[in-house]
T-cell receptor, first 114, second 114 residues
Framework: DSGVTQTPKHLITATGQRVTLRCSPR?????VYWYQQSLDQGLQFLIQ???????AKGNILERFSAQQFPDLHSELNLSSLELGDSALYFC?????????????FGQGTRLTVV | AQKITQTQPGMFVQEKEAVTLDCTYD???????LFWYKQPSSGEMIFLIY??????QNATEGRYSLNFQKARKSANLVISASQLGDSAMYFC???????????FGQGTRLTINP
């Protein structure tokens, strides 16, 4: 158990819909990262939050947004869903700012858009 | 460009044999971190081992060791005495200087045969 909790584990929804994925980081970790894993793109970094502030942005679509709340949990919002958004979405957390800190991953949310 | 390359899409190994999974990287940074993750068929990403670019000793974690050759820009994962439960996808990842996100290789699917 990595200590990073993601909910839900599975999500099936229709095109055009909006979903919210939730992540609780490990106790003490201030940084949260979101990654998308798809068959064609592999593992891609989406966005990072550190202590409530957006720190870095990767290949995140405009239809996607995220936030980190005062209790440090994070949510990834995906809207106007398309078939191509079907993927495994991971949240990871680490103690940002320290060189050599591991990034621990949650179990992922498998999103299927039908 | 900062890139991670795993040249072995798949490997088949007999149980109890040692196995080496290749990873090369491309960066001009002096400070960076190298990670290996295991992804079993259930989907979760499991952190295995970390090597910092300034670490003089190769990292070891139980049956896992990292063969770090800085001049060659390679960070191969060695699994000793392989077990059936080692069958999984293995990803090499890198955290580049000044960045917190991880950049992943394409992965190697390891199959351990009884």
């Amino acid at each position: 158990d990595s200590g990073v909790t993601q909910t839900p584990k599975h999500l099936i929804t229709a095109t055009g819909q909006r979903v919210t994925l939730r992540c609780s980081p490990r106790s003490g970790d201030l940084s949260v990262y979101w990654y998308q894993q798809s068959l064609d793109q592999g593992l891609q970094f989406l966005i990072q939050y550190y202590n409530g502030e957006e720190r870095a942005k990767g290949n995140i679509l405009e239809r996607f947004s995220a936030q980190q709340f005062p209790d440090l949990h994070s949510e990834l919002n995906l809207s106007s869903l398309e078939l191509g958004d079907s993927a495994l979405y991971f949240c990871a957390s680490s103690v940002a700012g320290s060189r050599g800190t591991e990034a621990f991953f949650g179990q992922g949310t498998r999103l299927t858009v039908v | 460009a900062q890139k991670i390359t795993q040249t072995q899409p798949g490997m088949f190994v007999q149980e109890k044999e040692a196995v080496t999974l290749d990873c090369t990287y491309d960066t001009s940074d002096q400070s960076y971190g190298l990670f290996w993750y295991k992804q079993p068929s259930s989907g979760e990403m499991i952190f295995l081992i970390y090597q910092g670019s300034y670490d003089e000793q190769n990292a070891t974690e139980g049956r896992y060791s990292l063969n770090f050759q800085k001049a060659r820009k390679s960070a191969n994962l060695v699994i000793s005495a392989s077990q059936l439960g080692d069958s999984a996808m293995y990803f090499c990842a890198m955290r580049f200087q000044g960045a917190q996100k991880l950049v992943f290789g394409q992965g190697t699917r390891l199959t351990i045969n009884p």
